[in-house]
T-cell receptor, first 116, second 111 residues
Framework: NAGVTQTPKFRVLKTGQSMTLLCAQD?????MYWYRQDPGMGLRLIHY???????AKGEVPDGYNVSRLKKQNFLLGLESAAPSQTSVYFC???????????????FGEGSRLTVL | KQEVTQIPAALSVPEGENLVLNCSFT??????LQWFRQDPGKGLTSLLL?????REQTSGRLNASLDKSSGRSTLYIAASQPGDSATYLC??????????FGPGTRLSVLP
């Protein structure tokens, strides 16, 4: 079972370059999320989506954009990368019940990004 | 704002011991609570999900309990093994909101 798949797994960028991280899930989940994990900061929510065509800001959205054109895919974009965006990025998905809460979270393996 | 803490931050035990990891949250009006395991350089693996109406969940050697009124959850690991060494995180969600994660407990089980 594939579950949640992230590509690429590793990437090195120079300051000012742009890139897109792709997340794909095969569990027919409504909700999808992008987190970043940094030492001493824990997991922080960047953006999330409660359904195809919808996105919302999380705790640390600045410098990132997202799109959810298809239910199974959630893209995270960096338009002009900065060294502060060096991090490990995790995508997650879950069932959702709008107005109530989220179901069990399932995570991808992570994408390690270094910005020089 | 929901805040989640985990105690201890790190724990080292000999193989075979039973152990308890703690998770505390500030807002008791949670929708559910989830425990994860994270191995170095890997993603988070879901261990147990406890709905707000439940008091505990069990999976193999793992048992998680939930006391909403006191804002606490515990993860009990029976007969620990070196393969249990990892970081354990808890996360809680409120109704209509996203999960908030704790900082994790780093567990080392020594052979």
């Amino acid at each position: 079972n594939a579950g949640v798949t992230q590509t690429p797994k590793f990437r090195v960028l120079k300051t000012g370059q742009s890139m897109t991280l792709l997340c794909a899930q095969d569990m027919n989940h409504e909700y999808m999320y992008w987190y970043r994990q940094d030492p001493g900061m824990g997991l922080r929510l960047i953006h999330y989506s409660v359904g195809e065509g919808t996105t919302a800001k999380g705790e640390v959205p600045d410098g990132y954009n997202v799109s959810r054109l298809k239910k199974q895919n959630f893209l995270l974009g960096l338009e002009s990368a900065a060294p502060s965006q060096t991090s490990v990025y995790f995508c997650a998905s879950s069932y959702g019940n709008r107005g109530r809460g989220t179901g069990e979270l399932f995570f991808g393996e992570g994408s390690r990004l270094t910005v020089l | 704002k929901q805040e989640v803490t985990q105690i201890p931050a790190a724990l080292s035990v000999p193989e075979g011991e039973n152990l308890v990891l703690n998770c505390s949250f500030t807002d008791s009006a949670i929708y559910n609570l989830q425990w994860f395991r994270q191995d170095p350089g890997k993603g988070l693996t879901s261990l147990l999900l406890i709905q707000s109406s439940q008091r505990e969940q069990t999976s193999g050697r793992l048992n998680a309990s939930l006391d909403k009124s006191s804002g606490r959850s515990t993860l009990y690991i029976a007969a620990s093994q070196p393969g249990d060494s990892a970081t354990y995180l808890c996360a809680v969600s409120l109704y209509g909101q996203n999960f908030v994660f704790g900082p994790g407990t780093r567990l080392s089980v020594l052979p």
